[in-house]
Nanobody, 123 residues
Framework: QVQLVESGGGSVQAGGSLRLSCAASGFTYSTYSMGWFRQAPEKEREGVAAINSVDYTRYVDSVKGRFTISKDVAKNTLYLQMNSLKPEDTAMYYC?????????????????WGQGTQVTVSP
C-alpha cells in the first residue's frame, strides 16, 4: 500500500529557507511522477512543483527560482528546497504520487497523498 509521509515544515522569517522531505513506500518509487502541493487557509490546493521518473521538473510561476524539487531514489525520498521564503508561501504542504508520467501540477492527476506538513513564514 502506498504511503507518503512529509516532514521538515516549521516556522521561519521571510527570506529564510526550509527543506521538506517526503518518505515514500509501497510502490516503485523511481517510475512515478511526484509532486508538491500546498493549501493556505480558505484557498484551494495548488500545485507547487512536480518531477517525473527522469527528473524533468515543473514549477508554478510564483516559486520559480526559489524552490527546487528533487528526489533520492535510493532513499525513496522526495524533497522540496524552499529558499527566499515569503509570507504568501505559508500553507500546509502535501506530497503526492502517481504512476502516470505526466508530472502535472493538477490535483486530479495524482492518486496518492500524504498528510501534509505546515509551513509558516512570518514577515
Amino acid at each position: 500500500q502506498v504511503q507518503l509521509v512529509e516532514s521538515g515544515g516549521g516556522s521561519v522569517q521571510a527570506g529564510g529557507s526550509l527543506r521538506l522531505s517526503c518518505a515514500a513506500s509501497g510502490f516503485t518509487y523511481s517510475t512515478y511522477s511526484m509532486g508538491w502541493f500546498r493549501q493556505a487557509p480558505e484557498k484551494e490546493r495548488e500545485g507547487v512543483a512536480a518531477i517525473n521518473s527522469v527528473d524533468y521538473t515543473r514549477y508554478v510561476d510564483s516559486v520559480k527560482g526559489r524552490f527546487t524539487i528533487s528526489k533520492d531514489v535510493a532513499k525513496n525520498t522526495l524533497y522540496l528546497q524552499m529558499n527566499s521564503l515569503k509570507p504568501e508561501d505559508t500553507a500546509m504542504y502535501y506530497c503526492a504520487a502517481d504512476p502516470r508520467p505526466y508530472y502535472t501540477l493538477a490535483m486530479g492527476d495524482y492518486d496518492h497523498w500524504g498528510q501534509g506538513t505546515q509551513v509558516t513564514v512570518s514577515p
